[in-house]
């Protein structure tokens, strides 16, 4: 039986807003292979977010399975998923969210320090990832001395350094203007297929549409398309959920 | 570096991301901390000066007297030669004499004063001068002419309130009224029907105390004198007040003479006893400024209370992304309480410095209370206007223990809300 990186069957979650229940996911099923690229796509209120909060151990489904790396989200606690976002998974967030008070290696090393990482290991890890991000002699700048671009490649460099399996980005370019943007999907992109490290990641951004291997559309917490791209023979795998959808 | 030492980095850092606000916030607590430690500075200054001052001018830290006279008064129960040449040689002989500073025999009675002006009810005290020097203020707050000397066998020094009814002045002449005491007989019945005795005197020296009671009242002539005008001619005397080189000795002193006297019929009494009126207010007061320390506590306990919570508030978001990329609850909740303890620290450095700085001055320079106090002092509580602060090491250590318990356990709230930061819904972008 294969083992995705990901993958969810039947999710179902709902928030409620005083007495308005809001399905923010309508029965989701998915699976993303190791080392994907993937972008979740989608207007307001698709489910975008929702989704990948589930996938990042940071929300519960209300019903279905997540499974992220072998391990079904559903029945870890608090503290175990703590345990393997720490281990397992890095974020980056749309408002870059770097700790102010700390330099850009600081922030970066921050989960290695969390991890126990040696003093030495962590210098060089952050040093050399740094390097390859274009980050080299920005050390040790607070993050309001740095461009959004350059925060945002720091929180890429702090969600990359502790080589997690999974990288989730809650629309990470959006806070950017479009050079800039296009710089870190570089980034990204490079770092993705240099370490093998799945990335999925939501967006509104037709520029990171552009460029994901595989775009999920997302629509009133459906899956309506599922197209593999680059290079890849497209396929429109339209999945047929409990939910509904195409 | 450790991920404790990255908290406690992480603390400090947070701490000075609003430099002029923690400065602010600290100098406020601070200012909590020097106001307790002057709040209890003057109030065992105030204490400690009330005491001195009110055994000085009264029975003295222990007063040995005849067996009933705390409750009636009675002019008539003295003590004999013999209880005070006991008394006298036990003080002198015993383990507790380097406690004793001074020992002042004294023969209390009534009497009037008249000049040629007018007469006034007196309290007539003879006392042996050079005793009575090492125990009572008396002899240091004469206005006019001079204390007693141990010859004077002819004068009498009065307090200023009767030195301005009768326009008495240095080398008046007065009369002394006083009837002879009622002595029981050997078979227990009393001598009576002695006649008024009157003896001319001159003043030599007036007085002023600032108790109304003493300045209105008290006149002291030598004991020969005291016990020749009252008719005693064996020696005896109303009381022996001692004062002792610490107040906290009264009661050992106290009990040791209890055994040392305990077939003669007299009563040993420390100043808690023999003032009771004083001991209570000074036990009101102490209850009174605890209720008013409470208060400044609870106060420096809100303002870090409001300060750490509203730091948290403010970085729900923050939060949230450190639990998102794995800080545990229990690691947030330690940077919390490390700032709150880093900014408690900051806060007892500027209170001690502040406190301690304004508490050298009071205990050097004092508070001169004629300022507050226009119309007069408050007789019973103070009876020098000027109030010099005393602080111990026990009391500082106590304070600024309290202020770090009370910093900790607050912070505990703060801590335990930002432990429990809500995902996903903290990451949420207002």
Same mark, same amino acid.
């Given at each position: 039986?294969?083992?995705?990186? &990901?993958?969810?069957?039947? *999710?179902?979650?709902?928030?409620?807003?005083?007495? %308005?229940? &809001? #399905?923010?996911?309508?029965? %989701?099923?998915?699976?993303?292979?190791?080392?994907?690229? *993937?972008?979740?796509?989608?207007?307001?209120?698709?489910?975008?977010?929702?989704?990948?909060?589930?996938?990042?151990?940071?929300?519960?489904?209300?019903?279905?399975?997540?499974?992220?790396?072998?391990?079904?989200?559903? @029945?870890?606690?608090?503290?175990?998923?703590?345990?393997? +976002?720490?281990? +397992?998974?890095?974020? &980056?967030?749309?408002?870059? /969210?770097?700790?102010? *008070?700390?330099?850009? !290696?600081? /922030?970066?090393?921050?989960?290695?320090?969390?991890?126990? &990482?040696?003093?030495?290991?962590? +210098?060089?890890?952050?040093?050399?990832?740094?390097?390859?991000?274009?980050?080299?002699?920005?050390?040790? #700048?607070?993050?309001?001395?740095?461009?959004?671009?350059?925060?945002?490649?720091? !929180?890429?460099?702090?969600?990359?350094?502790?080589?997690? !399996?999974?990288?989730?980005?809650?629309?990470?370019?959006? /806070?950017?203007?479009?050079?800039?943007?296009?710089?870190?999907?570089?980034?990204?992109?490079?770092?993705? @297929?240099?370490?093998?490290?799945?990335?999925?990641?939501?967006?509104?951004?037709?520029?990171?549409?552009? #460029?994901?291997? @595989?775009?999920? @559309?997302?629509?009133?917490?459906?899956?309506?398309?599922?197209?593999? #791209?680059?290079?890849?023979?497209?396929?429109?795998? *339209?999945?047929?959920?409990?939910?509904?959808?195409? | 570096?450790?991920?404790?030492?990255?908290?406690?980095?992480?603390?400090?850092?947070?701490?000075?991301?609003?430099?002029?606000?923690?400065?602010?916030?600290?100098?406020?607590?601070?200012?909590?901390?020097?106001?307790?430690?002057?709040?209890?500075?003057?109030?065992?200054?105030?204490?400690?000066?009330?005491? $001195?001052?009110?055994?000085?001018?009264?029975?003295?830290?222990?007063?040995?007297?005849?067996?009933?006279?705390?409750?009636?008064?009675?002019?008539?129960?003295?003590?004999?030669?013999?209880?005070?040449?006991?008394?006298?040689?036990?003080?002198? $002989?015993?383990?507790?004499?380097?406690?004793?500073?001074?020992?002042?025999?004294?023969?209390?009675?009534?009497?009037?004063?008249?000049?040629? =002006?007018?007469?006034?009810?007196?309290?007539?005290?003879?006392?042996?001068?050079?005793?009575?020097?090492?125990?009572?203020?008396?002899?240091?707050?004469?206005?006019?002419?001079?204390?007693?000397?141990?010859?004077?066998?002819?004068?009498?020094?009065?307090?200023?309130? =009767?030195?301005?009814?009768?326009?008495?002045?240095?080398?008046?002449?007065?009369?002394?009224?006083?009837?002879?005491?009622?002595?029981?007989?050997?078979?227990?019945?009393?001598?009576?029907?002695?006649?008024?005795?009157?003896?001319?005197?001159?003043?030599?020296?007036?007085?002023?105390?600032?108790?109304?009671?003493?300045?209105?009242?008290?006149?002291?002539?030598?004991?020969?004198?005291?016990?020749?005008?009252?008719?005693?001619?064996?020696?005896?005397?109303?009381?022996?007040?001692?004062?002792?080189?610490?107040?906290?000795?009264?009661?050992?002193?106290?009990?040791?003479?209890?055994?040392?006297?305990?077939?003669?019929?007299?009563?040993?009494?420390?100043?808690?006893?023999?003032?009771?009126?004083?001991?209570?207010?000074?036990?009101?007061?102490?209850?009174?400024?605890?209720?008013?320390?409470?208060?400044?506590?609870?106060?420096?306990?809100?303002?870090?209370?409001?300060?750490?919570?509203?730091?948290?508030?403010?970085?729900?978001?923050?939060?949230?992304?450190?639990?998102? =990329?794995?800080?545990?609850?229990?690691?947030?909740?330690?940077?919390?309480?490390?700032?709150?303890?880093?900014?408690? $620290?900051?806060?007892?450095?500027?209170?001690?410095?502040?406190?301690?700085?304004?508490?050298?001055?009071?205990?050097?320079?004092?508070?001169?209370?004629?300022?507050?106090?226009?119309?007069?002092?408050?007789?019973?509580?103070?009876?020098?206007?000027?109030?010099?602060?005393?602080?111990?090491?026990?009391?500082?250590?106590?304070?600024?223990?309290?202020?770090?318990?009370?910093?900790?356990?607050?912070?505990?709230?703060?801590?335990?809300?930002?432990?429990?930061?809500?995902?996903?819904?903290?990451?949420?972008?207002?």
């Amino acid at each position: 039986m294969t083992e995705w990186a &990901v993958e969810l069957e039947e *999710v179902r979650k709902s928030y409620h807003t005083g007495p %308005i229940e &809001v #399905r923010a996911l309508r029965g %989701i099923s998915l699976q993303i292979d190791s080392g994907e690229f *993937v972008a979740t796509a989608g207007p307001s209120g698709s489910g975008k977010t929702t989704l990948l909060n589930l996938i990042g151990g940071l929300d519960r489904a209300d019903a279905g399975e997540v499974l992220v790396a072998g391990e079904n989200l559903q @029945r870890l606690s608090s503290g175990e998923l703590a345990h393997l +976002r720490l281990l +397992r998974i890095g974020f &980056v967030f749309q408002t870059y /969210n770097l700790l102010p *008070v700390l330099t850009a !290696a600081e /922030n970066a090393e921050f989960t290695l320090l969390l991890q126990g &990482v040696p003093a030495h290991e962590r +210098r060089e890890r952050v040093k050399a990832l740094f390097a390859e991000i274009g980050l080299a002699g920005l050390e040790n #700048r607070r993050p309001a001395e740095l461009s959004g671009g350059q925060q945002q490649r720091v !929180a890429v460099a702090r969600a990359m350094v502790t080589k997690p !399996a999974l990288i989730l980005a809650d629309e990470p370019t959006a /806070n950017l203007d479009s050079a800039t943007a296009i710089d870190l999907l570089d980034v990204m992109e490079r770092l993705n @297929r240099s370490t093998g490290t799945t990335f999925i990641f939501s967006t509104h951004d037709p520029q990171v549409m552009e #460029r994901a291997h @595989r775009l999920i @559309r997302l629509r009133d917490g459906q899956i309506v398309s599922d197209e593999v #791209r680059a290079g890849q023979e497209a396929v429109a795998n *339209v999945q047929a959920t409990a939910g509904g959808g195409l | 570096m450790t991920s404790g030492l990255l908290l406690v980095k992480l603390s400090w850092r947070n701490l000075w991301r609003n430099p002029r606000g923690t400065l602010l916030t600290a100098l406020a607590l601070g200012l909590g901390l020097a106001l307790l430690l002057i709040s209890l500075g003057l109030l065992d200054g105030g204490h400690e000066q009330t005491i $001195t001052d009110g055994v000085r001018l009264g029975p003295g830290d222990v007063v040995v007297q005849a067996k009933g006279y705390q409750d009636t008064g009675s002019d008539d129960l003295l003590l004999s030669a013999a209880t005070l040449s006991t008394t006298e040689r036990f003080l002198q $002989t015993s383990n507790i004499k380097d406690d004793v500073q001074g020992i002042s025999p004294r023969l209390l009675a009534t009497g009037l004063l008249s000049s040629s =002006i007018n007469a006034a009810g007196v309290r007539l005290v003879g006392v042996i001068p050079r005793a009575e020097r090492s125990v009572s203020l008396i002899p240091q707050r004469m206005t006019k002419g001079l204390y007693l000397d141990d010859d004077a066998l002819a004068e009498v020094i009065i307090g200023a309130g =009767i030195a301005r009814k009768l326009e008495a002045k240095i080398g008046s002449k007065v009369v002394l009224m006083t009837q002879p005491l009622q002595q029981p007989t050997s078979n227990g019945d009393e001598v009576s029907g002695k006649e008024m005795q009157s003896t001319l005197l001159r003043v030599s020296g007036v007085f002023l105390t600032g108790v109304p009671a003493i300045d209105d009242n008290v006149v002291e002539v030598s004991l020969p004198v005291a016990q020749k005008v009252l008719g005693l001619a064996n020696g005896q005397v109303t009381q022996i007040a001692l004062l002792l080189r610490h107040e906290g000795d009264s009661p050992l002193v106290a009990d040791d003479l209890r055994r040392e006297l305990s077939g003669a019929p007299v009563e040993v009494l420390t100043w808690r006893e023999s003032l009771p009126m004083l001991a209570q207010i000074l036990g009101l007061d102490h209850a009174f400024n605890y209720v008013m320390n409470g208060v400044i506590l609870t106060m420096v306990g809100l303002g870090i209370l409001n300060t750490i919570l509203m730091r948290v508030m403010e970085r729900r978001y923050e939060f949230g992304v450190c639990k998102a =990329i794995g800080l545990r609850p229990g690691q947030l909740a330690i940077m919390i309480i490390g700032e709150s303890l880093a900014l408690t $620290t900051i806060s007892l450095l500027l209170g001690l410095t502040l406190g301690l700085g304004v508490n050298h001055y009071l205990s050097t320079s004092g508070l001169d209370l004629r300022m507050v106090f226009k119309t007069g002092l408050p007789p019973a509580l103070v009876f020098d206007p000027i109030l010099y602060s005393r602080l111990s090491v026990t009391r500082i250590v106590w304070s600024v223990n309290i202020v770090f318990v009370i910093a900790t356990l607050i912070s505990f709230y703060p801590a335990f809300k930002a432990a429990r930061t809500e995902l996903p819904d903290a990451l949420k972008v207002l």
